[in-house]
């Protein structure tokens, strides 16, 4: 995936979820825990969006590293001259001609 896609992708994921948020806010029994003068409502929802955060973030870390393994390692295989396989492995059928299935 180019860096270009991968930009405008994030974008319009970061867009979806700035426009969720006024549909969080839809919440009854959130509107009037906000409405109160009292910090334990609001306390309890930024720490939400902490383990939120916390559980997207591992999840970006890991996709991303397991992301990075996968191209250094095609890069490597190129190098040594394994080409073939990523090009067999998209272009050849796995019947072999001749064959007949079903």
Sequence with gaps: MSSK??????CFVLAALWA???????????????ETDDP??????VSILFMMGTIFTLFGVVASFVWWVTKQ??????????????????????????????
Excluded at 5 to 10: A, E, F, S
Excluded at 40 to 45: E, F, G, L, T, V
Aim: glycine share 8%.
């Design 5 to 10: 896609l991968m930009t405008r992708w994030m």
């Design 20 to 34: 969720g948020v006024n549909t969080a806010s839809a919440c009854p029994m959130c509107k009037l825990a906000l």
């Design 40 to 45: 334990q409502p609001k306390a309890y929802m």
């Design 73 to 102: 390692e095609r890069r490597a295989l190129e190098a040594a001259g394994y080409q073939h396989l990523f090009e067999n492995g998209v272009t050849k059928s796995s019947v072999p001609a001749g064959s007949q299935v079903g």
